[in-house]
C-alpha cells in the first residue's frame, strides 16, 4: 500500500500566520490517465473529515481561497495564507491513485 | 442536497457481527460509489471498503475476511457488515461519498459517523 508522510504531526500557530503541511508519497500519485489523486482534508474536533483541496490544487467549492495546494509526483504541500480560528483541527491528505485508497497520519493544527 | 448518515449499534460485543447502515439522499446508488471509513478512537482515518456504483465491491485486504458491503438502491442505503469483530474494531465509522465528475476520484462528501464500541 502506498505510505503518506505528513510534516509535522504538530503545527502551532497564531492567527494571522501562515503554514504549510507538507505530505510525502512512497511512490509517484500519477495516475496513468494524467490525474493526480491527492486530496487533502480537515477533520474539526468532534466532525467528520470536509474536503478542502481536490486533486493536487484544486479548491472545493465554499472553500476560503486561503487554503491552496501544490505540488506533484511524491510531493505535495498544503498553505495556509493567513490562519483563522476555524482553521484549528487535524489535516490529512489521502490518495486515490492507487488501490486501497490511503491517508496521512494527521497533521493537528493548533493555536500558539 | 446530498447527505450521508450511518447508523448501527453503539456497543457490539466480542466476536459478534457489526451491522451498519448508511442512509444517503441527493443522489443515486447507481450513479455514485460509497466508500466505508473508520478511525479509532484518537488516531487517524482508515479505508475500510466500498461499493461502486455498478454494484461491484472492494474491501481493506487487511479486513477482507470478516467485510461484506451491499446495497439497496431503492432504498438509498449501503450497508457493512462486518464479523467476528474485536476490540481494534472499536472507531468511528464514516460512509463518505466519491464525486460523481468525470475523472474524478475524490471524498465530496461525509457523514457525521457512528461511534462503534466493542466490549463485553
Known amino acids: 500500500d502506498v505510505v503518506l508522510t505528513q510534516t509535522p504531526p504538530t503545527l502551532s500557530a497564531t492567527i494571522g500566520q501562515s503554514v504549510s503541511i507538507s505530505c510525502r508519497s512512497s511512490?509517484?500519485?500519477?495516475?496513468?490517465?494524467?490525474?493526480?489523486?491527492l486530496h487533502w482534508l480537515l477533520q474539526r474536533p468532534g466532525q467528520s473529515p470536509q474536503l478542502l483541496i481536490y486533486?493536487?490544487?484544486r479548491l472545493e467549492s465554499g472553500v476560503p481561497n486561503r487554503f491552496s495546494g501544490s505540488g506533484s509526483g511524491t510531493d505535495f504541500t498544503l498553505k495556509i495564507s493567513g490562519v483563522e480560528a476555524e482553521d484549528l483541527g487535524v489535516y490529512y491528505c489521502v490518495q486515490g491513485t492507487h488501490a486501497p485508497n490511503t491517508f496521512g497520519a494527521g497533521t493537528k493544527l493548533e493555536l500558539k | 442536497q446530498v447527505q450521508l448518515k450511518e447508523s448501527g449499534p453503539g456497543l457490539v460485543q466480542p466476536s459478534q457481527t457489526l451491522s451498519l447502515t448508511c442512509t444517503v439522499s441527493g443522489f443515486s446508488l447507481t450513479s455514485n460509489s460509497v466508500h466505508w471509513v473508520r478511525q479509532p478512537p484518537g488516531k487517524g482515518l482508515e479505508w475500510v471498503g466500498a461499493i461502486w456504483s455498478g454494484g461491484s465491491t472492494d474491501y481493506n485486504s487487511a479486513l477482507k475476511s470478516r467485510l461484506s458491503i451491499s446495497r439497496d438502491t431503492s432504498k438509498s442505503q449501503v450497508f457493512l457488515k462486518m464479523n467476528s469483530l474485536q476490540t481494534e474494531d472499536t472507531a468511528i465509522y464514516f460512509c463518505?461519498?466519491?464525486?460523481?465528475?468525470?475523472?474524478?476520484?475524490?471524498?465530496?462528501?461525509w457523514g457525521q459517523g457512528v461511534m462503534v464500541t466493542v466490549s463485553s
Open positions: 486533486l493536487v490544487s
Open positions: 511512490q509517484s500519485l500519477l495516475h496513468s490517465n494524467g490525474n493526480t489523486y
Open positions: 463518505t461519498r466519491v464525486s460523481p465528475n468525470y475523472g474524478s476520484y475524490y471524498f465530496d462528501y
